[in-house]
């Protein structure tokens, strides 16, 4: 069974500052990963994924993340937070295509980090 | 943004009633499903379909059913609502090729 981690629910950082979202996931067979952003009242949007190809993956607005197997993690990164970054943040996983079977493509999320953005 | 709509966005309902929620796609894809979002515990699925009429159950089912009958909808129907299905409840969809699933823009029902 697939699980993911984040640690924090909440973290809170000056504009400017580095942005730093830990995710660590458990999985039998290598994963996708993603990360999800929620703004208030409103959908998830995709930032990010990672699908086995380059371990260091670019999203939108700035956001990175680097999927480290020997960690089992693949926290998200900002090297200058800005006011308009201040949402939910949902890291999940799901089986690879090729894990077969109908279950493919079910996301298993974690609990959601809050990220607050001080002036 | 993907063409995914939910309606209601909005319900307020009593206790033992049925509420169906509707979740329509323009995207042709494959595979929808259902999740509740709710505080401490991010989404959870519900229910997911991988075809017309294939459906299946997901983390927490239980007082929920879903139907699919057409490629574009995707229903989800509780059946006598309780106050602990009071929560956000999230479509989504995918295609089998790029993975990742577009979400809609949510359903918010309150059971009193």
């Known amino acids: 069974a697939q699980s993911v981690t984040q640690l924090g629910s909440h973290v809170s950082v000056s504009e400017g500052a580095l942005v730093l979202l830990r995710c660590n996931y458990s999985?039998?067979?290598?994963?996708?990963l993603f990360w999800y952003v929620q703004y208030p009242n409103q959908g998830l949007q995709l930032l990010l994924k990672y699908t086995s190809a380059a371990t260091l993956v670019k999203g939108i607005n700035g956001f990175e993340a680097e999927f480290k197997k020997s960690e089992t993690s693949f926290h998200l990164t900002k090297p200058s937070a800005h006011m308009s970054d201040a949402a939910e943040y949902f890291c999940a996983v799901s089986d690879p295509p090729w894990a077969g079977g109908t279950s493919y493509g079910k996301l298993t999320f974690g609990q959601g980090t809050i990220l607050t953005v001080h002036p | 943004d993907a063409g995914i709509t939910q309606s209601p966005r909005h319900k307020v309902t009593e206790t033992g009633t049925p509420v169906t929620l509707r979740c329509h796609q323009t995207e042709n894809h494959r595979y929808m499903y259902w999740y509740r979002q709710d505080p401490g515990h991010g989404l959870r699925l519900i229910h997911y379909s991988y075809g017309v009429k294939d459906t299946d159950k997901g983390e927490v089912s239980d007082g929920y059913s879903v139907s699919r009958s057409k490629t574009e909808d995707f229903l989800l129907t509780l059946e006598s609502a309780t106050s602990s299905q009071t929560s956000v409840y999230f479509c989504?969809?995918?295609?089998?090729?790029?993975?990742?699933?577009?979400f809609g823009p949510g359903t918010r029902l309150t059971v009193t």
């Open positions: 989504a969809i995918s295609d089998r090729v790029r993975g990742e699933q577009y």
């Open positions: 999985s039998s067979v290598p994963p996708y």
